[in-house]
Antibody, heavy 118, light 107 residues
């Protein structure tokens, strides 16, 4: 079955760039949208944006232009970069498969905690 | 952005009770609504899609209904393993947005 695994630093300094990668195993990255979702400690879920396997992207305007997505179909991976981070970006970051027909997130990674601190 | 208002924010019920959670959208989203269950320390799990369709493998005690701006999620008979936070999520418009969550506890 398809599984997702996030990877990346757990600690990022303020004003620097957060970089995470999600590896898709057990299936192909093709023909799906792949989302990033985050959850600050003790709070709710926020959709960051998604990337299609072709490279088309959409992001949440709340993050302005700080977000960059990329996809590597040969490695079955997609990535997130969030620039100019502050303490408000401290959260668990999830990658998830977006089922195109209903924008339902049917497969999730386990999540990775990223703390922004000097 | 479409705002999703969930209520209540928390509830306490006994095993076997019927539990109902509501989700209201700030504008008409037809049936473009999904429901998730999140247990502590875990990723959310999809339960209901398109407002009322049960995801494969999800117990029949879970159900959803509604359309337009008002939606309901129901657990027909609360079980101890249902202790979790439940979220609605709309896909009527981008950005995709979630409700604030409802924490369900056992009385």
């Amino acid at each position: 079955q398809v599984q997702l695994q996030e990877s990346g630093p757990g600690l990022v300094k303020p004003s620097e760039t957060l970089s995470l990668t999600c590896t898709v195993s057990g299936g192909s990255i093709n023909y799906y949208y792949w989302s990033w979702i985050r959850q600050p400690p003790g709070k709710g879920l926020e959709w960051i944006g998604y990337i299609y396997y072709t490279g088309n992207t959409r992001h949440n305007p709340s993050l302005k232009s700080r977000v960059t997505f990329s996809v590597n179909t040969s490695r079955n991976q997609f990535s997130l970069k969030l620039s100019s981070v502050t303490a408000a970006d401290t959260a668990v970051y999830y990658c998830a498969r977006d089922r195109n027909t209903d924008d339902a997130f049917d497969i999730w990674g386990q999540g990775t905690m990223v703390t922004v601190s000097s | 952005d479409i705002q999703m208002t969930q209520s209540p924010s928390s509830l306490s019920a006994s095993v076997g009770d019927r539990v109902t959670i509501t989700c209201q959208a700030s504008q008409d989203i037809t049936n473009y609504l999904n429901w998730y269950q999140q247990k502590p320390g875990k990723a959310p799990k999809l339960l209901i899609y398109d407002a009322s369709n049960l995801e494969t493998g999800v117990p029949l005690r879970f159900s959803g209904s509604g359309s337009g701006t008002d939606f309901t999620f129901t657990i027909s008979s609360l079980q101890p393993e249902d202790i979790a936070t439940y979220y609605c999520q709309q896909y009527g418009n981008l950005p995709l947005t979630f409700g604030g969550g409802t924490k369900v506890e056992i009385k």
